[in-house]
T-cell receptor
Framework: DSGVTQTPKHLITATGQRVTLRCSPR?????VYWYQQSLDQGLQFLIQ???????AKGNILERFSAQQFPDLHSELNLSSLELGDSALYFC????????????FGNGTRLTVT | AQSVSQHNHHVILSEAASLELGCNYS??????LFWYVQYPGQHLQLLLK??????LVKGIKGFEAEFIKSKFSFNLRKPSVQWSDTAEYFC???????????FGTGTRLTIIP
């Protein structure tokens, strides 16, 4: 168990809908990262938050947004869903800085029908 | 931007065979290097990491990796694989001063009993 908790484990929804994925980082970790894993794109970095502030942005679509709350949990909001958004969404956390490995949650599998 | 190449997409080996998985990155500055493993249906777990010092690093489960700066490579090795090593293996690179991890596309390893 990595200590990173993601909910829900599975999500099935229709095109055009909006969903929220939730992540609780390991105790003491200030940084939260979101990654999307799909068969054709591999692991793509979406966005990183550090202590409530956006720290880095990757290949995140405008339809997607995220935030990190004062208790350090994070939510990834996906809206106007398309079939191509079906993927595994991983959250990871680290204490801080560039010498810390990331610890990953079990992921949320999103299926858009 | 940093990119990571894992040229072996799928490797099939018999038990007790030796393993070497390739990883090359593009940016030649100071980097931190990681190998992660993802067992079927599970989250990514850290196998080993390199920050500085001895370029030959040892990780969990008998894995090791060698950092060759001149070749921008960080290949993963194991002298004798087991059936339980069947998994997907990801190389990841972090540029010094940057908290974002860039992942390779992964190598699927199948061990035949």
């Amino acid at each position: 168990d990595s200590g990173v908790t993601q909910t829900p484990k599975h999500l099935i929804t229709a095109t055009g809908q909006r969903v929220t994925l939730r992540c609780s980082p390991r105790s003491g970790d200030l940084s939260v990262y979101w990654y999307q894993q799909s068969l054709d794109q591999g692991l793509q970095f979406l966005i990183q938050y550090y202590n409530g502030e956006e720290r880095a942005k990757g290949n995140i679509l405008e339809r997607f947004s995220a935030q990190q709350f004062p208790d350090l949990h994070s939510e990834l909001n996906l809206s106007s869903l398309e079939l191509g958004d079906s993927a595994l969404y991983f959250c990871a956390s680290s204490p801080t800085g560039d010498r810390s490995p990331l610890h990953f949650g079990n992921g949320t599998r999103l299926t858009v029908t | 931007a940093q990119s990571v190449s894992q040229h072996n997409h799928h490797v099939i080996l018999s038990e007790a065979a030796s393993l070497e998985l390739g990883c090359n990155y593009s940016y030649g500055g100071t980097v931190n290097l990681f190998w992660y493993v993802q067992y079927p249906g599970q989250h990514l777990q850290l196998l080993l990491k390199y920050f500085s010092g001895d370029p030959l690093v040892k990780g969990i489960k008998g894995f090791e990796a060698e950092f060759i700066k001149s070749k921008f490579s960080f290949n993963l090795r194991k002298p004798s694989v087991q059936w339980s090593d069947t998994a997907e293996y990801f190389c990841a690179v972090r540029d010094f001063g940057n908290e974002k991890l860039t992942f390779g596309t992964g190598t699927r390893l199948t061990i035949i009993p």
